[in-house]
């Protein structure tokens, strides 16, 4: 959040008072900017030729930490295209085989008119048709769902029954069974069904675990890919239904235009589409928690959670994404280099980010409309990526704290995750 000027001033001065360097809350506060030439980088001299970024390689990558990020960046954000161009595809896919399953059984119904004509080459044929439908269900959702053992087992559920009344020539029980099993595979094509056992509004598949590997069951993220059909949707843990429990009530798309122009705004030049191949805007936030008295339950946009946005840019590879942000680098200013992590003592394992600040966006600040103002945030190269987060018109030192549940996320976790 903004502060005003005043206070700003004020805590300054109260740092400034101390000696040396002082750590609160992970963020430093230098008594002086260092009088080197390479920090004493401003908006005007820092456009002549842009700070660099040793500690990348050719490829872009500046350790194990960062090649982890851009691997796990390209995973997450090839799911979050899934979800936005191949997900209706693969629920058409879905239903079709299903289809097939229940257009077989109405089929096999429609032949049985005496004791004798149930056969073993009936229940041979719905037992195919339905392993057949569970093997499209796989091709069409996986590895995103896992469809194939749920019809697998509807098929299981039925065909033993199916056999017993064939070998005995008992059409009745037949016939009877034969409707269980029509029922028992309507009933997982609904479209209720469908959009709870494979959500994308929630998302709560791998890509939550991918985004928040430790914390799917606290943090709510908004996705939106504007690029691919305007795609927007909530990633987070569903709410169970239960008696005397209130769950929040979005009221508004997540991340609509009007949000996405305004971040865009805010990160200036930072925003590069030559070249690029996807733009993606995420933000982390606390997920509300239902409760029990309805007046107190969360209900608003998502916008009102206060968020902590992330925007992504990916490239066509990581020569071309250190070309664009030589780009933005020179468009702006640097002043130096580092972690954003929240810990009140930095790890030695964090990536560093370049500290970033232009004044394309205009002041946010208040009461000094009339001046500029300067966007400061924070970039990161991670092979073909460009992230960008922690831009607004307070300074780095003037907000510590300001990560949020960005920290649950994966730019924040050092060790393996799962696949």
């Not at 400034?16 to 963020?27: N, Q, R």
């Amino acid at each position: 959040m903004e502060q005003p000027r005043r206070n700003v001033l004020a805590g300054l001065g109260a740092a400034a008072s101390l000696a040396g360097c002082l750590s609160v809350d992970g963020v430093r506060y230098p008594d002086e900017i260092e009088s080197s030439d390479e920090s004493n980088t401003t908006l005007e001299a820092g456009t002549d030729e842009s700070p660099t970024d040793n500690s990348t390689d050719a490829d872009g990558y500046a350790s194990d930490l960062i090649q982890r990020i851009a691997e796990r960046t390209q995973a997450i954000v090839a799911d979050v295209v899934w979800f936005a161009i191949s997900y209706p595809r693969a629920v058409e896919s879905y239903n079709q085989a299903v289809d097939s399953v229940i257009e077989t059984i109405d089929t096999v119904r429609t032949t049985i008119h005496q004791p004798t004509m149930p056969t073993a080459e009936m229940v041979d044929r719905l037992e195919t048709v339905g392993y057949n439908a569970a093997d499209r269900a796989e091709t069409a959702f996986e590895p995103h769902f896992s469809p194939g053992g749920l019809l697998r087992s509807r098929t299981d559920m039925h065909i033993p029954a199916l056999a017993r009344a064939a070998r005995r020539n008992d059409a009745d029980r037949f016939v009877e069974e034969l409707g269980r099993m029509r029922l028992s595979f309507f009933q997982i094509q609904t479209p209720v069904y469908v959009s709870k056992r494979f959500s994308r509004d929630p998302i709560h598949n791998r890509l939550l675990d991918r985004l928040v590997p430790r914390a799917t069951g606290d943090v709510l993220v908004e996705v939106a890919v504007p690029t691919r059909r305007g795609f927007t949707t909530l990633a987070h843990e569903p709410y169970v239904d239960e008696d005397g429990s209130y769950p929040p009530t979005f009221t508004a798309d997540p991340l609509p235009a009007a949000r996405r122009d305004r971040l865009r705004k805010r990160l200036g030049p930072v925003v590069q589409s030559s070249e690029r191949t996807e733009e993606v805007f995420l933000t982390f936030t606390s997920r509300p928690d239902p409760v029990t008295r309805q007046q107190n339950a969360f209900r608003g946009p998502p916008s009102d959670l206060d968020g902590t946005p992330l925007y992504v840019q990916q490239y066509n590879d990581p020569e071309r994404a250190r070309e664009q942000l030589s780009d933005i680098l020179t468009a702006g200013a640097t002043e130096g280099m580092a972690s954003i992590t929240s810990d009140v003592t930095p790890r030695t394992d964090s990536v560093e980010w370049h500290r970033y600040y232009h004044r394309e966006a205009g002041s946010d600040r208040t009461n000094l409309d009339e001046f500029p103002g300067v966007q400061y945030g924070y970039l990161l190269q991670a092979g073909p990526f460009i992230l960008a987060t922690g831009f607004s018109g307070d300074a780095w030192e003037e907000r510590p704290r300001w990560q949020g549940q960005l920290t649950e996320s994966w730019l924040f976790q050092n060790t393996e995750q799962p696949t």
